[in-house]
């Protein structure tokens, strides 16, 4: 299964409206299907304007290593030369800092990708599963917890 465009709308407002109810910074999101396509790209009003680099980023990032973009960050922590050998390798297709979600379907499976940036990394974790939650789909974060 792969998302729809109707579901990467869903998520993506979601993802907005998440923003907005938590005062987050303006917002960029990027929403990939399985085979990393866009579906949606939206940029909040004053959102800067290399945000979405940085949410194609993790969202691609994120599909293509099966991962979250939080795990990347966590690793980075610990071993920046790996995660930045890894991000030369794929010519900078992968953002470690969280905001980079995978979205699962009922069964578990990689239906796409989001990818926020405009804040923390934490908060634009927290808009990404705000949004993939009111889209009723599951989510995958690459946290260690």
């Known amino acids: 299964m792969t998302l729809t465009l109707n579901d990467a709308d869903r998520i993506a407002d979601g993802c907005i409206a998440k923003a907005r109810e938590l005062g987050l910074q303006p917002l960029t999101v990027v929403i990939l299907d399985a085979g990393a396509h866009y579906l949606v790209l939206k940029r909040e009003d004053g959102a800067g ?12 990032g994120a599909l293509g290593f099966g991962k979250g973009t939080r795990f990347f960050a966590e690793q980075s922590a610990r071993n920046p030369q790996v995660v930045a050998n890894m991000i030369a390798a794929i010519d900078g297709e992968l953002f ?8 699962l379907d009922a069964e578990g499976r990689v239906a796409g990708a989001i990818g926020v ?29």
């Open 117 to 145: 940036s405009g804040d923390l990394g934490d908060r634009d974790e927290a808009a990404a599963l705000g949004g993939i939650e009111a889209a009723g789909f599951a989510a995958a974060t690459g946290g260690s917890a």
């Open 49 to 60: 304007f290399l945000r979405h680099q940085m949410a194609h980023a993790k969202a691609f």
């Open 96 to 103: 470690p800092s969280p905001g980079g979600v995978l979205v």
